[in-house]
Nanobody, 118 residues
Framework: QVQLVESGGGSVQPGGSLRLSCSAS????????IGWYRQAPGKERDLVAV??????KYADSVEGRFAISTDNGANTIYLQMNDLKPEDTAVYYC?????????????WGQGTQVTVSS
């Protein structure tokens, strides 16, 4: 069982920045993938950014504005969000995937609210 704890959400005006953190209960090097998803009211949960196979991948809507990074020593990943827009408003979830006995298991954090509004 991988436990994930997010922090760093909040309210910001359009054009502002926030940094989200996700602390994992074990080494992120042991994970097949780790990243961020978001879910706006009435919408599906969508991928924002992920690190998989050592590569960083982003949703088209955040490319160039958001950056995912890691602190392997702290078992923590970050999502730096710049030039935030009202459409970025959502609950942001940390997600991790790990192989256990050839089965891919998926884990979620509790989510953190990001609100972008003037």
């Amino acid at each position: 069982q991988v436990q994930l704890v997010e922090s760093g959400g909040g309210s910001v005006q359009p054009g502002g920045s926030l940094r989200l953190s996700c602390s994992a209960s074990e080494s992120i090097r042991s994970l097949a993938a780790i990243g961020w998803y978001r879910q706006a009211p009435g919408k599906e949960r969508d991928l924002v950014a992920v690190i998989v196979g050592g590569q960083r991948k982003y949703a088209d809507s955040v490319e160039g504005r958001f950056a995912i990074s890691t602190d392997n020593g702290a078992n923590t990943i970050y999502l730096q969000m710049n030039d935030l827009k009202p459409e970025d408003t959502a609950v942001y979830y940390c997600n991790a995937r790990k192989y256990i006995s050839r089965t891919l298991n998926e884990y979620w954090g509790q989510g953190t609210q990001v609100t972008v509004s003037s």
